[in-house]
């Protein structure tokens, strides 16, 4: 342990509450590490930055606007895991608004192998760019890297946390709570609204920052339908009991519980976090797959989600199904991932008033 470490350690120590204002400037969003920093305001900004994005970017004068509105910011996309969407359009997001990119998607070609530190790797990226993204397999090293640079150095580079291990992925709670607005949008919006995940919640970090982005509306109702061995964790269930969110744990049948969904959002089984190999195909997931049969169940107005990649909990004859929004989702990810680059740069009112 160096002395890093230690203080890292130290800090990881505060309840989440306050660690998570290490993350704020001024008051306002610096970086995005955990969706527990996120609320309604937040949202509602970046649904309507999403919302002006997308129409200005039509146009060849709209995208060449938003091209010269970072153009003078340089951006690390430090991505360690594997990752074909969450990297494509936060590399899309960021050339949308004029920022150059740089970029690590393996270890083995970084100083890492001649044995440097993500810190001082961190600390390097920070010297060249003026923002970092970054996918890696450690639950907490997006954490401790804006914690470094915000407390250890005097950089000004914010952090986006793009998926860390199995805990966390905000801005993928950021776009499915995106698709989600717009999708409810003539029903009210997602106030009132049952969401059921269903899959590996135990080690999808999508399913869990989704979750946690429950907080910020009204009335709604979660149901969690997975085996018992990928059930969603206690830490998730006790959040939702803290702030009053109603959920429900179904292990026997997703087909029980489907009736009932407004969203249903359908998860992979996350084999890769497993400790013994071959560890999970021993359990029975058979009755957690959404087949077309079952969509007889789900109500007319309901929205399938997905995060992606998908194997086989979806089957593809239900991507021609209206309710299958799984592919809109996706590409809802580049616009709320540029959408919410501008607001940590504060730019995004030069995008509102366009
Ligand atoms: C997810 C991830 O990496 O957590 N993919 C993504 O970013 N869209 C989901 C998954 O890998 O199952």
Same mark, same amino acid.
């Given at each position: ?29 610096? $970086?995005? /590490? ?10 509602? $900004? ?33 991505? &360690? ?17 004029? /920022? ?11 100083? +890492? ?5 993500? $810190? ?8 060249? &760019? ?19 640079? !915000?407390?250890? &150095? ?12 199995? %805990? ?51 009335? /709604? ?12 964790? +206690? ?8 702030? !009053? ?48 049969? %079952? ?17 086989? +909990?979806?089957?593809?004859?239900? $991507? ?11 590409? !809802? ?10 607001? /940590? ?10």
């Amino acid at each position: 342990m160096n002395i890093l470490d230690e203080e890292f350690a130290e800090f990881q120590k505060l309840p989440t509450e306050e660690r998570i204002g290490c993350f704020e400037k001024n008051g306002r969003l610096f $970086d995005m /590490i955990r969706s527990q920093q996120l609320n309604r305001e937040i949202i509602d $900004d970046i649904y309507r930055i999403t919302n002006h994005l997308r129409r200005i970017s039509k146009s060849k004068p709209g995208s060449v606007f938003m091209q010269n509105i970072l153009c003078h910011k340089r951006a690390m996309l430090w991505f &360690t895991q594997p990752s074909s969407r969450t990297f494509l359009s936060f590399e899309s997001a960021c050339h949308m608004l004029g /920022i150059k990119t740089s970029e690590i998607r393996d270890a083995r070609v970084s100083s +890492e192998v001649k044995g440097e530190s993500y $810190d001082d790797s961190l600390r390097t990226f920070s010297s060249y &760019t003026d923002l970092i993204i970054m996918r890696h397999k450690g639950e907490n090293i997006a954490e401790r890297a804006a914690w470094l640079l !915000n407390t250890r &150095t005097n950089r000004q580079v914010p952090v986006i946390n793009g998926g860390s291990g199995s %805990d966390q992925h905000p801005t993928q709670a950021i776009l499915d709570v995106y698709t989600l607005q717009r999708s409810f949008e003539k029903q009210g919006g997602l106030d009132g609204k049952t969401i059921l995940m269903c899959g590996d919640l135990k080690r999808g970090r999508t399913a869990r920052s989704l979750s946690y982005l429950m907080k910020n509306f009204e009335d /709604i109702k979660i149901i969690y339908a997975a085996p018992q061995a990928f059930q969603m964790k +206690e830490d998730v269930c006790s959040f939702l009991e803290r702030h !009053n969110i109603p959920y429900l744990l179904e292990t026997e049948a997703l087909e029980n519980v489907l009736p009932e969904a407004d969203a249903i959002y359908v998860t992979r089984i996350q084999d890769e976090h497993d400790a013994i190999a071959d560890e999970s195909s021993r359990i029975d997931t058979s009755r957690f797959r959404l087949r077309p049969l %079952d969509m007889s169940k789900v109500k007319s107005t309901a929205v399938i989600m997905h995060p992606f990649p998908r194997r086989d +909990e979806i089957d593809v004859a239900i $991507d021609s199904d209206p309710r299958a929004m799984y592919w809109r989702q996706e590409r !809802n990810g580049m616009w709320t991932r540029a959408a919410l680059i501008a607001y /940590i740069f504060d730019v995004h009112d030069e995008i509102l008033n366009y």
